[in-house]
């Protein structure tokens, strides 16, 4: 291809451009006409985000929680009706240069960094500069304009990049532009993704196009296995993919998630290399599978790991329902943007606004990261997600009266919340509101009639046997459900300390009972990984192991009837469950306790009590956080009241997870109700 052009707005706005002769495309950008914009946006708006309704009544709530946040957003669909959309393309002959195209039917996407003196590109891939244009600088470098260019699926179809299609002095429409990103890049038949700081080998590119030309000749299972000869150069090569600026910004992150379609385009030794987002994919878990049985890649492997679960856990869903009435926490998700980089704070506000497709825009900026995380737990909290209660971070700044820390924590590194993928949405009244003093109070159920037990001497020897048994004598199916097994060092501390918390987690479940384990995950919709049931064969096997070693003579029998099958193919998930790491990652803890409310029918798990318990320190669980889908979260707290109870004032002591407890509810006696209590930072 000939070197392109690109005729700079500004100069389109003054008149002609200056006459262009040329072999090579000429690309112009120009305003589409609102009917064509509808048209390209029609199946976005169609979306979560075209959704009036969920809009409204979240901004109804986010009034009565917060009006000075309120009047920050406004319904997404007046931002993007009063967007230009400007797209760069082709024109029909030289007159026409200032005219608009012919109706677009698609457009493709760059999503990049934009260039600046803080980093610097791989060598040939500078920002060009057309000496035709003064004051005129390409957004990215000739070399990677062209692979975006060679994407098109005619020369007709439009291009967007922001630094072109938005106008960067016009602050106004930068806002609304702002407000529809995610539109924009939803709407995109292709999102092209261009990394310009990092360059890949002859040998590397050898090996990537390998990867490339296995995955397309077999997409539906890619056995490609490069021996440890090549796994090392691709470990190196993937460390160094995943060091780009592109994988640390916040909008790169976004853009990325919310296109259809995604590729790389990667300097390579000779040209750019188009990469599948899937390639990358696949090859990140090839070496991670490969580093488990690698100490010295297992190390460099954490190096990439950060970057790509943020992103992967991102792209995994737009936001959306995955699994009826549960969807991923907004917290969680607020939580991974503000973690990614961007030259503005408020820039952050608007992504998260835009992946949780709330259907609202950002009108204001914020002013500082304190700000940002106050508003986007009233945002949360608005749009149904209580998980911002259970937070362990840092203490937020309320802006409700005059400025003042909030007993509300931000989640923090280590947090459940961080990591829950799913949780049910608040009741129309979930008992939380704003007092007038500033503060967001909450209706509490305290339980007034309840005893934690630690596991008994039976129980422990059981699930010791059990662990050390599946160790020697079934460590095929034990590494099959958790990789950390492997590679462990039997005598080691970490293997050691990493057996206690499985041992006590299963102690305290048999503690809890049978019918407690088997009812458990049901309890919890989405807590528990899917692949964890067993084909019939290892069901018997297993059954039979495990209910001589765990359950001793409390285990059921062999039969095959469908009511006992599923009692055991719900056990064993249970069992799979824990040896996965799940129960063990939010328990956080391996001191596990049984704990019982009332008389024995509501049985659960939690952490043993802190030791700075007083004898007026009570257990309670926010109203909002009653349903059982929220086992994975730290709402189970420790309170002391500050006067009476009556006085409803309460200092928050700690805060437990509480899980396979059923829907608590008020009863008089074990579990009291009580509205709007407050709680001191």
Same mark, same amino acid.
């Given at each position: 291809m000939q070197d392109p052009i690109i005729v700079p707005p500004h100069y389109l706005s003054q008149g002609t451009p200056p006459e262009v002769s040329q072999d090579g495309p000429v690309l112009v950008c120009t305003t589409i006409s609102e009917s064509n914009k509808e048209s390209l946006f029609h199946r976005a708006l169609q979306g979560p985000d075209g959704d009036g309704e969920d809009a409204a009544a979240i901004?109804?709530?986010?009034?009565? /929680?917060?009006?000075?946040?309120?009047?920050?957003?406004?319904? *997404?669909?007046?931002?993007?009706?009063?967007? +230009?959309?400007?797209?760069?393309? @082709?024109?029909r002959d030289q007159e026409a240069q200032s005219s608009p195209p012919l109706e677009m039917v698609s457009y493709i996407a760059l999503s990049?960094?934009?260039?600046?003196?803080?980093?610097?590109?791989?060598?040939?891939?500078?920002?060009h500069e057309d000496v035709r244009y003064k004051d005129w600088r390409w957004p990215i470098s000739m070399r990677m304009f062209k692979g975006l260019l060679s994407l098109r699926e005619w020369t007709q179809e439009g291009v967007w990049i922001d630094a072109v299609c938005i106008n960067q002095v016009?602050?106004?429409? *930068?806002?609304?532009?702002?407000?529809?990103?995610?539109?924009?890049? *939803?709407?995109?038949r292709l999102v092209v993704?261009?990394?310009?700081?990092?360059?890949?080998?002859?040998? &590397?590119?050898?090996?990537?196009?390998?990867?490339?030309?296995?995955?397309?000749?077999?997409? @539906?299972?890619?056995?490609?296995?490069?021996s440890n000869e090549k796994m090392r150069p691709l470990t190196t090569l993937l460390i160094r993919l995943f060091s780009a600026r592109w994988f640390q910004r916040a909008w790169c992150s976004h853009e990325f998630q919310l296109g259809r379609n995604a590729v790389f385009l990667v300097p390579g030794s000779e040209g750019y290399i188009v990469v599948e987002s899937t390639i990358l994919e696949y090859i990140f878990w090839l070496i991670k599978e490969h580093a488990q049985h690698h100490e010295d890649l297992f190390s460099k492997m954490a190096e990439v790991e950060i970057s790509f679960d943020i992103l992967s856990r991102m792209a995994e869903q737009d936001a959306a329902t995955i699994h009826q009435s549960l969807s991923r926490p907004y917290t969680s998700i607020f939580r991974d943007v503000l973690l990614l980089?961007?030259?503005?704070i408020s820039d952050k506000l608007s992504i998260a606004v835009n992946i949780s497709t709330l259907g609202l825009y950002l009108k204001e900026k914020a002013e500082n990261i304190e700000r940002c995380r106050w508003i986007l737990a009233m945002l949360a909290l608005a749009a149904g997600d209580a998980t911002i209660l259970c937070g362990l971070g840092d203490h937020l700044y309320s802006t409700l009266g005059p400025p003042s820390i909030s007993w509300l924590q931000w989640p923090a590194d280590h947090d459940s919340v961080a990591m829950m993928d799913r949780h049910p949405k608040l009741s129309a009244d979930p008992g939380i509101v704003a007092d007038q003093n500033g503060q967001i109070s909450l209706d509490i159920l305290l339980m007034?009639?309840?005893?934690?037990?630690?596991?008994?001497?039976?129980?422990?020897?059981?699930?010791?046997?059990?662990?050390?048994?599946?160790?020697? &004598?079934?460590?095929?199916? /034990?590494?099959?459900l958790n990789s950390a097994w492997m590679g462990l060092d039997h005598d080691s501390r970490r293997f050691y300390d990493g057996l206690t918390y499985y041992i006590n987690v299963l102690a305290c479940s048999l503690d809890c009972?049978? +019918?407690?384990?088997?009812?458990?995950?049901?309890?919890?919709?989405?807590?528990?990984?899917?692949?964890?049931?067993?084909?019939?064969?290892?069901?018997?096997? /297993?059954?039979?192991?495990?209910?001589?070693?765990?359950?001793?003579?409390?285990?059921?029998?062999?039969d095959t009837e469908d009511s006992a099958g599923d009692e055991k193919q719900a056990l064993l998930k249970y069992i799979g469950f824990v040896l996965r790491t799940s129960a063990?990652?939010?328990?956080?803890?391996?001191?596990?306790?049984? /704990?019982?409310?009332?008389?024995?029918?509501?049985?659960?798990?939690?952490?043993? +009590? +802190?030791?700075?318990?007083?004898?007026r320190t009570v257990l309670a669980v926010p109203a909002a956080l009653a349903h059982p889908a929220y086992a994975t979260v730290k709402r189970l707290w420790y309170l002391e009241p500050l006067g009476s109870w009556e006085e409803g004032l309460w200092r928050i002591v700690r805060k437990e997870i509480l899980f396979g407890c059923p829907p608590l509810k008020e009863d008089g006696e074990s579990v009291l109700l009580r509205s709007s209590q407050r709680f001191t930072a």
């Open positions: 901004m109804q709530r986010l009034r009565q /929680l917060d009006s000075g946040v309120h009047q920050m957003f406004d319904l *997404k669909n007046k931002g993007v009706s009063r967007a +230009p959309l400007r797209l760069l393309h @082709e024109p990049y960094c934009w260039h600046a003196d803080t980093w610097t590109p791989a060598p040939g891939y500078q920002a016009n602050e106004q429409e *930068k806002l609304y532009a702002i407000g529809s990103m995610d539109i924009i890049y *939803k709407s995109a993704i261009a990394l310009e700081d990092v360059e890949v080998s002859p040998y &590397e590119e050898t090996l990537l196009q390998e990867c490339i030309a296995i995955n397309e000749f077999n997409k @539906e299972d890619a056995v490609w296995r490069p980089e961007s030259s503005e007034t009639k309840c005893a934690v037990y630690q596991p008994t001497s039976i129980s422990f020897g059981n699930a010791e046997r059990f662990m050390k048994c599946c160790l020697s &004598e079934h460590s095929d199916i /034990l590494t099959d009972g049978m +019918p407690w384990m088997a009812k458990a995950l049901i309890l919890t919709p989405g807590v528990a990984p899917d692949g964890l049931g067993f084909g019939p064969s290892t069901l018997q096997s /297993l059954w039979g192991f495990a209910a001589s070693v765990l359950f001793e003579n409390n285990a059921m029998s062999n063990v990652n939010f328990m956080d803890t391996i001191r596990t306790v049984k /704990l019982v409310v009332g008389d024995l029918s509501t049985t659960a798990m939690t952490a043993s +009590p +802190p030791v700075e318990t007083s004898s």
